[in-house]
């Protein structure tokens, strides 16, 4: 009678390492999916992060140039005021 529980709680544990193992394998699957699923959105963050970090060069270079430009412009128009200015001090 022994050797049947003996038996019988042999088979009941392994067939719960069996569950256990299913178990864990499922888990592990489930956890390479999702660390799977983060690499994928880290990726589109960095790609993001690239185009924004361009995006953003461009932008400021415009900025520099614009200023540039105005800069340039500003003086012009001083220069003109400046030379207006003498001409007609010097009319009178």
Request: glycine share 2%; net charge negative; charged share 40%.
């Amino acid at each position: 009678m022994k050797r049947k529980e003996e038996a019988k709680l042999r088979k009941r544990n392994e067939e719960l390492e069996r569950v256990l193992r299913k178990r864990n394998e499922e888990r592990e699957e489930q956890m390479r999916k999702e660390l799977q699923k983060a690499w994928e959105r880290l990726r589109v963050a960095e790609e993001a992060e690239e185009t924004l970090c361009s995006q953003l060069g461009e932008l400021e270079a415009e900025s520099v140039h614009q200023a540039c430009e105005y800069n340039a412009r500003l003086l012009s128009l001083i220069d003109q005021l400046s030379r207006a200015t003498h001409q007609s001090a010097s009319a009178c």
